[in-house]
């Protein structure tokens, strides 16, 4: 069985050309705070490569799929520009690519119900990455729940941007309270969330999460949060089926180590820590199969 990479951004060349550009250009401000940074050290915080060259790193690292992730944008439209082009990318790259859509509920309820069914028919297989808190609605906004029953009549997961309360800060944190995520859940039981970032470890810190069965986790940006010590000390309390690697490439996620983001680094720290094929790829085969 293969490792998927279960957490991924991308984006077209207009973006990779110039990305605070086109970030002024579209009134992404919250995403270029984030994504377009310098270190201290003057290291970019991620690159921007192409899906080509996603494919290229992807032989590299030995992942044999990917999930491109949609950004969590402020803008409708930059959400239904991204989905265009994640279309085109699963449909070049079948076997290696899926994606999800991403959506703001902003855009009203018939135009975004209208946008799921085209990146429906696109081939999308999921939505998010989504942050209420980022994108600026609540958890109960009614088209973000039509949003959510839609996905779970058509088994689409749907994955959230959730931060640790006791985390690391970083330029552009956006506080996320994790009641809300359980909250979600509860109310919406036939919907499959998949909480990026080791949920902000919100089974850690709410054991109550774990009688939750539609939540799931991904290990995105992992090494920029915790140590490497964070596999055995999730993974003891959250069952293996619940956890799904995932790298937030191309986000350098060893900066100190590496120049350029590299794919190879984090799955080799994941094996250390005796991490099962199930979480490499297997949970996540089985959530794509749906
Ligand atoms: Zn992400």
């Known amino acids: 069985m293969g490792i998927i990479d279960s957490h991924i951004h991308l984006y077209p060349a207009e973006v990779n050309r110039d990305p605070a550009a086109w970030a002024a250009k579209t009134g992404e401000a919250h995403w270029a705070t984030l994504c377009t940074r310098r270190r201290s050290d003057g290291r970019a915080v991620q690159a921007f490569p192409s899906a080509d060259e996603l494919i290229r790193e992807m032989d590299l690292a030995g992942v044999e799929r990917a999930v491109l992730l949609g950004w969590y944008w402020e803008k409708p439209e930059t959400c239904r520009w991204q989905n265009r ?92 309270p994790l009641s809300d995520f359980t909250r979600l859940a509860r109310e919406c039981p036939a919907t499959k969330f998949v909480l990026a970032h080791w949920g902000g470890l919100l089974p850690l810190h709410d054991p109550a999460a774990l009688e939750l069965e539609n939540i799931f986790y991904d290990t995105a940006a992992s090494p920029l949060l915790y140590d490497e010590g964070i596999w055995k000390k999730f993974l003891s309390v959250v069952p293996e089926d619940r956890v799904m690697f995932g790298s937030d490439y191309p986000l350098n996620l060893f900066p100190k180590l590496d120049a350029a983001p590299d794919m190879t680094r984090l799955i080799a720290q994941a094996k250390a820590a005796g991490v099962s094929e199930a979480v490499l790829g297997g949970n996540a085969e089985r959530m794509l199969a749906r």
Do not use: N
């Open 85 to 176: 082009f994640f279309g085109e990318c699963v449909q070049a790259h079948p076997g290696r690519l899926a994606a999800f859509a991403a959506l703001h509920p902003r855009a009203g309820h018939w135009p975004a119900l209208e946008e799921l069914h085209r990146a429906r028919d696109e081939g999308l297989v999921g939505i998010g990455e989504l942050s209420p808190h980022a994108q600026g609605y609540g958890v109960d906004d009614s088209v973000f729940r039509e949003v959510l029953t839609l996905a779970a009549d058509w088994k689409m997961p749907v994955s959230l941007h959730v931060s640790d309360p006791e985390g690391r800060d970083y330029p552009g944190r956006v506080a996320t």
